[in-house]
């Protein structure tokens, strides 16, 4: 039996999404919580706990961006032509986001408040419509020959646009545990206080979202609900409402490391519940994996270079995030 390379490249884009999800969640997550912070010193050592990584965050948006291009390029076109505005509209916060990021610590303070709104603003942005495509996506893509062939303007109805929402309470509990691990004295006692409402916000998010996709789409539920099907997938509910109660009970007494753990946690769960409605679909109600791969000979090239590249953005990144280990506090800073 020969190595089938759709499905290794499948796992290198999963992988790529997840880790983009995850670590510039709690950036955009720190832009999200910014309205609820007033104190200058306060909002600054926020900003300062991701100062050293937030732009490196962003590799794995390329890289998963770039993997599905290499790798299904069928696929990549027909979710571009899909998602064109949404997408545009994502990339412009970020572009928000990170220029009110470096210029927010140039400027004088009476300009600073300019600053500080971009940078709510590029968050709430770029997070809303990475959950509204998501939303949009989950929905399906219609296809015909080799071609999108749907509405442009698909993504404007119930669905995307509560995932949109959904994925803000989630960079939200992100960005506020992170704070919670990064943080001390009034900062993170406040962050404490705010993950509990957060944590029940995103467990809703995730049980309508549950409830929702199958009731949306007969295949989602006879995956789910079928037996034995039932039987095996039960454990990810189950761990998503024991992260939930421990993240609780952790966020109640204090503590410092559990809470973010425990929040990735959770939205590693709902991820992982999100590619069992999915799999083997690329392109859900059109194309499977195979349907649209790139030829094998192409796939092979591309998995030689992303075998070498890989390796190297993690060591990188665990080496940044190594250095700057340890808390944040007031008044220290990176600019």
């Not at 390329?62 to 545009?88: E, W």
């Not at 995307?160 to 803000?168: K, Q």
């Not at 789910?224 to 009970?249: D, G, K, Q």
Request: glycine share 8%; aromatic share 16%; proline share 6%.
């Amino acid at each position: 039996m020969g190595v089938d390379l759709s499905i290794i490249w499948a796992v290198i884009i999963v992988f790529g999404v997840m880790m983009y999800v995850v670590m510039d969640g709690f950036d955009l997550g720190i832009g999200i919580l910014f309205p609820f912070v007033r104190d200058k010193a306060e909002r600054d050592a926020m900003m300062n706990s991701v100062a050293p990584v937030w732009d490196g965050n962003e590799t794995w948006l390329v890289l998963g961006g770039a993997g599905l291009y290499a790798a299904f390029p069928l696929a990549y076109s027909v979710i571009l032509s899909a998602f064109y505005l949404p997408l545009m509209f994502m990339l412009l916060g970020l572009v928000f986001r990170g220029v009110a990021f470096e210029f927010r610590f140039k400027a004088k303070d009476h300009k600073r408040h300019i600053w500080d709104k971009a940078f709510i603003g590029g968050s709430l942005i770029a997070t809303f419509f990475q959950g509204v495509t998501l939303g949009a996506f989950i929905n399906g893509v219609p296809v015909q020959n080799r071609a999108f062939a749907g509405d442009s303007l698909a993504w404007l109805s119930p669905f995307p646009l509560f995932t949109g929402v959904a994925l803000i309470a989630a960079y939200a509990l992100l960005g506020c545990t992170w704070l919670i691990l990064k943080t001390e004295g009034p900062l993170q006692q406040k962050m404490h206080r705010i993950a509990r409402p957060l944590a029940v916000l995103l467990l809703a998010a995730i049980g309508i979202v549950s409830l929702w996709t199958p009731l949306a789409e007969p295949s989602i539920a006879d995956r789910w609900f079928s037996l034995p099907n039932f039987f095996w997938f039960l454990p990810v509910p189950i761990l998503v409402l024991t992260a939930f109660y421990f993240l609780l009970r952790s966020a109640s007494r204090g503590d410092h490391a559990k809470p973010f753990l425990l929040t990735l946690a959770m939205i590693f769960l709902g991820f992982t519940g999100l590619i069992i409605s999915l799999w083997p679909n690329i392109v859900p109600g059109s194309l499977t994996l195979w349907q649209a791969a790139a030829p094998p000979q192409s796939q092979g090239f591309t998995l030689v270079g992303a075998l070498f590249i890989i390796p190297i953005i993690l060591v990188y990144t665990a080496w940044s995030y190594y250095v700057f280990r340890g808390k944040v506090k007031l008044g220290q800073g990176y600019h």
